[in-house]
């Protein structure tokens, strides 16, 4: 499968560690997303790379939040000093280029963060 | 401000019958809209876009959508639902010069009834 792959799938942790997400895009696309979701809600736009470059960061991402991009290829998304506020699924998704908005995203299947 | 809405919590429907699932959005130039689905403790598998031509859009697993500009909707539809179709669905808009962005609807759950 070449899809978008994420990991850890889950990822349970106290209040005031660390943690880091992994998203591997599907190999050809140059934007990667990340979303955060709750339970019965639609996904909330955090952030966006165009290949290595960080283009725009939604005013929800605390800075506690980062994610990096450093070759174009992988992301890493990390939260430092998690909140039990943080506890949700995290989701990536890639699309190809092209100067255009008409090209669809493709999630991954989540990393499910629970801070206990 | 641009936005989507998704009228309806849930949807039911009978195994067999049509299902139409509401979508609206609000955007200053043109939209580019898509249709999203979810099933549980998984990330959203695209179904169809609608960008420009035909208002009529096929997508996978059967499913259509017809878009209306003159009532700014978009709604998924199917002729005949499966069980299997039961999932949360989402509705989603972006335009030209926004980073590609996508806004959100806060989805639809699905309930098809053997």
């Known amino acids: 499968d070449t899809g978008v792959s994420q990991n850890p799938r889950h990822k349970i942790t106290k209040r005031g560690q660390n943690v880091t997400f992994r998203c591997d895009p599907i190999?050809?696309?140059?934007?990667l997303y990340w979303y955060r979701q709750t339970l019965g809600q639609g996904p909330e736009f955090l952030t966006y790379f165009q290949n290595e470059a960080q283009l725009e960061k939604s005013r929800l991402l605390s800075d506690r939040f980062s994610a990096e991009r450093p070759k174009g290829s992988f992301s890493t998304l990390e939260i430092q000093r998690t909140e039990q506020g943080d506890s949700a699924m995290y989701l990536c998704?890639?699309?190809?280029?092209?100067?255009?908005?008409?090209?669809?995203?493709?999630f991954g299947d989540g990393t499910r963060l629970s801070i206990l | 401000a641009q936005s989507v809405a998704q009228p309806e919590d849930q949807v039911n429907v009978a195994e067999g019958n049509p299902l139409t699932v509401k979508c609206t959005y609000s955007v200053s130039g043109n939209p580019y809209l898509f249709w999203y689905v979810q099933y549980p403790n998984r990330g959203l598998q695209f179904l169809l876009k609608y960008i420009t031509g035909d208002n009529l859009v096929k997508g996978s697993y059967g499913f259509e959508a017809e878009f209306n500009k003159s009532q700014t909707s978009f709604h998924l539809k199917k002729p005949s639902a499966l069980v299997s179709d039961s999932a949360l669905y989402f509705c989603a808009v972006s335009t030209a010069g926004n980073n590609r962005k996508l806004i959100w609807g806060l989805g639809t759950s699905l309930a098809v009834n053997p």
């Open positions: 190999s050809e696309h140059n934007r």
């Open positions: 998704a890639s699309s190809a280029g092209g100067g255009t908005a008409n090209q669809p995203q493709h």
